[in-house]
Nanobody, 127 residues
Framework: VQLQASGGGLVQAGGSLRLSCAASGFRFGDYAIGWFRQAPGLDREGISCMTARDGSTFYAQSVKGRFTISADRAKNTVYLQMNSLKPDDTGVYYC?????????????????????WGQGTEVTVSS
């Protein structure tokens, strides 16, 4: 199982970034895939999760209306489009896959059945 996150970088407040998570080694459509953020000095937070099979999604309140999660099943890839970025969005972003395919559950708890985590990609939003 492999999850490869990419797309992080340095951006000014108000800017946009798109993160990608390329998955392999498991049945992509049977899992919930999510993005989690680890900000400096804070606990890891579930930002957005989805199931590619039916397109159901969950967003943390802090990113609703600004971030959009989507999936390309042909490429086994999940994206996180981040718009109107704020300095508070700074952190390391991880993608993860969970066999308990309920987006809200896995995002809120950061766990659900068998789980797999990729390496992080760093996002820095300057003010």
């Amino acid at each position: 199982v492999q999850l490869q996150a990419s797309g992080g970088g340095l951006v000014q407040a108000g800017g946009s970034l798109r993160l990608s998570c390329a998955a392999s080694g498991f049945r992509f459509g049977d899992y919930a895939i999510g993005w989690f953020r680890q900000a400096p000095g804070l606990d890891r937070e579930g930002i957005s999760c989805m199931t590619a099979r039916d397109g159901s999604t969950f967003y943390a309140q802090s990113v609703k209306g600004r971030f959009t999660i989507s999936a390309d099943r042909a490429k086994n890839t999940v994206y996180l489009q981040m718009n109107s970025l704020k300095p508070d969005d700074t952190g390391v972003y991880y993608c993860a896959a969970f066999s308990e395919a309920v987006p809200k559950v896995v995002c809120v708890h950061g766990a659900g059945g068998n789980d797999y985590w990729g390496q992080g990609t760093e996002v820095t939003v300057s003010s």
